[in-house]
């Protein structure tokens, strides 16, 4: 069964940076593509970025596009997320997803951006 954790999560100022971890456990982290959704107050949750587990290239929603990069280390089992350039409409609540046999979601990790 997978389990995901994220951490790194925290209060910025407006272009300020921060990196989310998302450790994953039972399951191959190369094996399977992960992705990045977040959920602000009143919003529905929306993706923002997925890694592929065959070439290891990261796609992004127009809303982080250039700001965000996600990469993984496969020897710690742990996919991150570099935040710069944050703005106060990034303030959400942060989580990692991966669908092995089933979908997985880690408990989040809150982030905002305020001055």
């Known amino acids: 069964q997978a389990h995901l954790v994220e951490s790194g999560g925290g209060s910025v100022q407006p272009g300020g940076s921060l990196r989310l971890s998302c450790a994953a456990s039972?399951?191959?982290?190369?094996?399977?593509?992960i992705g990045w959704f977040r959920q602000a107050p009143g919003k529905e949750r929306e993706g923002i970025s997925c890694?592929?587990?065959?070439?290891?290239?990261?796609v992004y929603a127009n809303s982080v596009k250039g700001r965000f990069t996600i990469s993984t280390d496969n020897t710690k089992s742990t996919v991150y997320l570099q935040m710069d350039s944050l703005k106060p409409e990034d303030t959400a609540v942060y989580y990692c997803?991966?669908?092995?046999?089933?979908?997985?979601w880690g408990q989040g990790t809150q982030v905002t951006v305020s001055s």
């Open positions: 890694i592929s587990d065959l070439d290891d290239n990261g």
């Open positions: 997803y991966v669908y092995t046999t089933n979908a997985y």
């Open positions: 039972g399951f191959s982290l190369d094996a399977y593509s």
